[in-house]
């Protein structure tokens, strides 16, 4: 069955702390994969995404996040997070043909203590 | 401005009675969306339209239907069928299909009196 699973469903950080949300998939085939975040009151936006290539990807606001292949995993990276990344991040999933629908984890809720 | 309205932000539904949650996009995007979003559980395709009069169910359409008379809208009627309707509704739109990124619109929560 196609899934994606984030094991971690709330993170708390003190500011300049380093972060890494994690991210395991299980799908057949080529897959793309999303990060996206949801601040509060803001709409939900893509954080970044991988399609091909550099399996490191970089995003918005010194984001990053590195493809695994081996491991099907796509975990969340930032070096030192701020009280603005105060969301809540959710992994994502799909195949490479048009009519493959994406699969979203459960998200992860990212607390920062200023 | 370029983006998904959603409207109302808050709905409230009685028992038996059918809702209507709009959803326009002025980005001349091909594709929309509807999920449906629950605490802990992530976001669930209800139902997506790739072009005008067509759409596909998606992982939970029973007990909701939708329309896609015009490309900037695709309202949702969640009907007396669906039992357990509250949750956040958000509508999403892509350029052409589930390759491209999706732009999320405000949501609607909906709650049941």
């Known amino acids: 069955a196609q899934s994606v699973s984030q094991h971690n469903h709330h993170v708390i950080l003190s500011e300049a702390a380093s972060l890494e949300l994690g991210c395991n998939y299980s799908?057949?085939?080529?897959?793309?994969l999303f990060w996206y975040v949801q601040y509060p009151g803001q709409h939900l936006q893509l954080l970044l995404k991988?399609?091909?290539?550099?399996?490191l990807v970089k995003g918005i606001k010194g984001f990053e996040a590195e493809f695994i292949k081996s491991k099907f995993s796509f975990n969340l990276r930032k070096p030192s997070v701020q009280w603005s990344d105060t969301a809540e991040y959710f992994c994502?999933?799909?195949?490479?043909?048009?009519?493959?629908?994406?699969?979203f984890g459960s998200g992860t809720r990212l607390s920062i203590r200023p | 401005d370029g983006g998904i309205t959603q409207s109302p932000k808050y709905l409230f539904r009685k028992e038996g009675q059918n809702v209507t949650l709009s959803c326009e996009q002025n980005?001349?995007?091909?594709?929309m969306y509807w999920y449906r979003q629950d605490p802990g559980q992530g976001l669930r395709l209800i139902y997506y339209?790739?072009?005008?009069?067509?759409?596909q169910k998606g992982d939970i359409a029973e007990g909701y239907s939708v329309s896609r008379e015009k490309k900037e809208s695709f309202p949702l009627t969640v009907t007396s069928a669906q039992k357990n309707p509250t949750a956040f509704y958000l509508c999403?739109?892509?350029?052409?299909?589930?390759?491209?990124?999706?732009?999320f619109g405000p949501g609607t929560r909906l709650l049941v009196l």
């Open positions: 994502a999933v799909n195949g490479k043909s048009s009519a493959s629908k994406i699969i």
């Open positions: 339209s790739q072009i005008v009069n067509d759409f």
């Open positions: 799908y057949g085939g080529t897959v793309n």
């Open positions: 980005l001349n995007h091909d594709a």
């Open positions: 999403a739109s892509s350029f052409r299909d589930y390759q491209e990124t999706q732009y």
């Open positions: 991988y399609f091909s290539g550099d399996p």
